[in-house]
């Protein structure tokens, strides 16, 4: 039986000092503890009172039969019900299995991030519904986004588009291939009012919605594309590798961006490397440490660039 004590103790320690700093800057759903401790590769996150607990997966141990002892151990150090914690075992993700459904089944709900509101579901799939560690890039994109058209690439449920609409984007459109994912998209988009009209949604492939986008000579102003790592989904016509196809995927936005406009490229490949030829064509700010928020500081969540045109 593992003796959870120096986790509790530190998960105790993280919880009164990234409290209090959540509760200064309105945050309502972060990260409490993040590997700290080599023995506990664990992840737990905060929303609104409920914890999403992920587990790093090694094969020398896991806590996965011990998940009752251990969900009981944060409930006491949380002070909340030991029924609102999800376990979850994180393994290294191929192709479709990080988007596939749990058995598990549970209600979506909402929670707020800086006066803006979205749906999460902690059960359903590996991921929850928002990228906490993706805070700050929103924050960026709404700043920028006044009197832009807008265009969200990968863009899983939508919420740098809620953010640029928020910001007062005139238009956007949001491209993803999961129907799964545009239909979570829409209701984000209507809890917090934005008109369907104007902010289009798109189920396509990106590789065969920027050769489109084009022909037709369409041109945005600001773009987000956060593409995942590796995907083969059977309703794309080839496999996404990211390390692979960045540049590809970088020149197609490019060609559709406004000669003043800007690209926020992102993925979470840890031993992504830029290809060095976009500096040929392209202006490019590494602003990772920019967009890395606080609660996420112990581990590299993702990288970050700003590209704009020579």
């Known amino acids: 039986m593992t003796d959870f004590t120096p986790f509790i103790n530190r998960l105790k320690k993280n919880t009164r000092h990234i409290s209090k700093w959540a509760r200064r800057r309105g945050i309502s759903c972060y990260r409490l503890y993040d590997r700290d401790i080599p023995e506990f590769p664990l992840a737990v996150d905060w929303y609104e009172g409920r914890v999403h607990l992920q587990e790093f997966a090694k094969q020398s141990r896991s806590f996965s039969e011990q998940a009752n002892e251990l969900a009981t151990a944060i409930a006491d150090a949380l002070d ?17 299995s990080q988007y596939e459904k749990s058995d598990e ?15 999460v579901n902690l059960q359903r799939y590996l991921d929850t519904g928002l990228f906490l ?15 832009k058209r807008f265009l969200n690439l990968f863009a899983y449920t939508g919420s740098f588009t809620v953010y640029a609409a928020a910001g007062s984007a005139t238009t956007s459109v949001t491209v993803d291939l999961s129907n799964t994912y545009q239909d979570w998209s829409k209701r984000n988009f209507e809890l917090n009012a934005m008109d369907l009209d104007l902010h289009r949604l798109v189920r396509e492939d990106v590789f065969g919605f920027l ?4 022909s037709k000579k369409e041109r945005f102003d600001l773009i987000v594309m956060d593409p995942p790592s590796f995907s083969n989904s059977k309703k794309m016509k080839e496999v996404l590798d990211v390390q692979r196809d960045h540049l590809r995927l970088i020149r197609g936005c490019l060609e559709i961006l406004n000669p003043k406009g800007e690209l926020f490229f992102s993925n979470n490949l840890k031993r992504f490397r830029l290809d060095p030829e976009i500096e040929q064509f392209a202006n490019i ?13 112990r581990h590299k969540p993702h990288h970050c660039w700003r590209i704009s045109h020579k």
């Open 285 to 297: 700010e590494d602003i990772s440490t920019q967009t890395q928020p606080e609660d996420f500081k």
């Open 133 to 147: 560690d993706h805070r700050q890039t929103r924050a960026m994109v709404r700043e920028l986004a006044r009197d």
């Open 105 to 119: 089944q549970s209600d979506d709900f909402v929670v707020q991030e800086d006066g803006l509101r979205f749906l």
């Open 211 to 214: 050769e489109k986008a084009a």
């Open 80 to 96: 909340i019900s030991a029924e609102n914690i999800v376990f979850k075992t994180r393994e290294r993700q191929r192709g479709l």
